[in-house]
Nanobody
Framework: QVQLVESGGGLVQAGGSLRLSCASS????????MGWFRQGSGKEREFVAA????????YYADSVKGRFTISRDNAKNTVYLQMDSLKPEDTAVYYC???????????????????WGQGTQVTVSS
């Protein structure tokens, strides 16, 4: 089993920044990649960013490219999402997720992940 705990959400004005953290514990030695997704009110959960654990290859949704940066600290089993130039449309609950296997679908869809955190609210005011 793997446990994920997100932190760092909050209320920020448009143009501001936030840094989300996601600490993992448990059987983390199996980690292939970690990702961030978000779900706005009445919307489906959508991909934000992902990073592979060994190579640190990164992937981003077009809507956040150039504004968000995903990174990881292997020693702390933690993944971060630095969010800059925030927009009201970035408002959502942000979830981190972990994927154990290199194989098993795309990193861009929730079905490609094995464990999820509880989510942290990000609200961007205009």
């Amino acid at each position: 089993q793997v446990q994920l705990v997100e932190s760092g959400g909050g209320l920020v004005q448009a143009g501001g920044s936030l840094r989300l953290s996601c600490a993992s514990s448990g059987r983390t030695f199996l980690t292939y990649a970690m990702g961030w997704f978000r779900q706005g009110s009445g919307k489906e959960r959508e991909f934000v960013a992902a990073i592979t654990w060994r190579e640190a290859s990164t992937y981003y949704a077009d809507s956040v490219k150039g504004r968000f940066t995903i990174s990881r600290d292997n020693a702390k089993n933690t993944v971060y999402l630095q969010m800059d130039s925030l927009k009201p449309e970035d408002t959502a609950v942000y979830y981190c997720a972990i994927r154990n296997s290199r194989y098993g679908g795309t990193l861009y869809h929730p079905s490609g992940y094995d464990y999820w955190g509880q989510g942290t609210q990000v609200t961007v005011s205009s």
